[in-house]
Structures are given as structure tokens and as C-alpha cells.
């Protein structure tokens, strides 16, 4: 599961380039914005996608420096990778609802601050197969290993984002955002057909304890396209 670890990187990479890319103009279309009222362009609907997976989103500026937004990103992968040199074949699923108060400092401009939940059903499934190390590894286990790990469901959330426009009616727009979740420790399950020693077991399990504490602060990335009327 190095590669969980190393594949989340490059996306945040990737992302975060084109966010920063976006940010300078967000502060400049702001001057632009200045013709057109933010009341005109209420409501907004995109798509997006970042590390949370691909969906979409929805939006309400109903007022000048406040305004609501939620969504739904889903994405999933299968891989093989280690958890603390132990072999599994995995599956991870990304799926979550944003539910957001926006606050917009300069009731001309599209940055915004977030403050908000994001509803986690994010999951993480595997199963180790063959001989795996268990206690102190002196009698490797040859057996099944069934993993999963389940994060807290109601993860608090803080995050910034902005639009940059297409168009002077400010329908189209490319919108980003970056923030970070808070998923707490988790909780992880371990079973085994046939059983080791309790104490191997508790051993491994902890293991992977350790490793999901990685996830226990999720970043938010990301950019999408979105039409407001």
C-alpha cells in the first residue's frame, strides 16, 4: 500500500499545480467582477475532480458574503502494495459528500472561505494471502488476512477556493479549491481463516493501525468547470 501513499502524492502534485496556477487570476477577475453584481449569478452547478474523486458539485451565494455548497465525488482503485513489509492485494473507494458554509470576504470577488463536514464513506479493503509475518516473524502465517479500515463518518472541514470566469456574464467559470479533512484514527478490522496467536494477530493489527493514522488528515484538491445563473 506504499503505492496508496505514493499515488495520493502525485495527484496532490498535479492538482495543486494547476490550483496554484489558477489562484493569481483569481484576485484579478475579482477587478472584473466588479461590473456585475454577485447576486445575479446565485446559484452554480460543475464538475470537478481532485482527491476526493470525480463528481459534482452544487452551489447557493445567497447572499452578498455568504452562500452554501455540497456535492458528490466517487472514485476506486484496486492495487497491490505493503503495509509494513506485509503484502495485500487492496481495494480503495472514495466517497463523500461535502456540506459547506462558504464566506466571501469581498462581496465582488468569487474567494471564499470554507467551514463545513464532509460525509466519509471513504473504504479501504484487502486481504493478505500466502506467508505474511505475523509477531515477531519468526513463523511467517500461511493463511488469508481480511482487512478493512472505515474512518470517521462526519469529518470536520476548512478549506479556501475561487472562480476564474470565461465569460463577462460570469456563467462559465474554472473553479479550485484546497483544504484539509479531518478523519480522526479510523477503525480497522483484522480477520484470519485459518486463526494465528491472538497476540500475532493483535500485532499485525497494530500495523495497521499505524499506517492508517496517514490518513487521519485528508487534503481536499480540487479543480473543476462550473456554470452559475
Known sequence: MTNTLSTRKNLIGAVAFGLL???????????????????????????????????????WRFANHFGVETGFDYFDYTYNGTIKDDYYHAKLRLE???????LFPWKKS??????????????????????????DGSQPYAGTLNLSY???????????GGNLYFDSAHHWSLMGALGV?????????????????????????????????????WPVIKLGVTYSF
Open 150 to 160: 472505515k474512518p470517521a463518518t462526519a469529518d470536520p472541514y476548512a478549506g479556501i
Open 110 to 135: 468569487s474567494f471564499h472561505l470554507s467551514l463545513g463536514v464532509l460525509i466519509n464513506e471513504n473504504r479501504l479493503t484487502g486481504n493478505g494471502t500466502g506467508s505474511v509475518n505475523l509477531g
Open 21 to 59: 496556477t489558477l489562484a493569481p487570476n483569481i484576485q484579478h477577475a475579482a477587478g472584473a467582477e466588479a461590473s456585475t453584481s454577485a447576486q445575479s449569478v446565485p446559484y452554480s452547478v460543475g464538475a470537478e475532480a481532485g482527491t476526493t474523486g470525480i463528481g459534482a458539485n452544487l452551489g
Open 181 to 217: 479533512a479531518y478523519a480522526g484514527d479510523g477503525t480497522v478490522s483484522l480477520t484470519s481463516n485459518p486463526n494465528p496467536e491472538p497476540a500475532a494477530l493483535q500485532n499485525e493489527k497494530s500495523k495497521v493501525q499505524s499506517y492508517a493514522k496517514d490518513l487521519r488528515f
Open 96 to 102: 463523500s459528500v461535502p456540506v459547506n458554509l462558504e
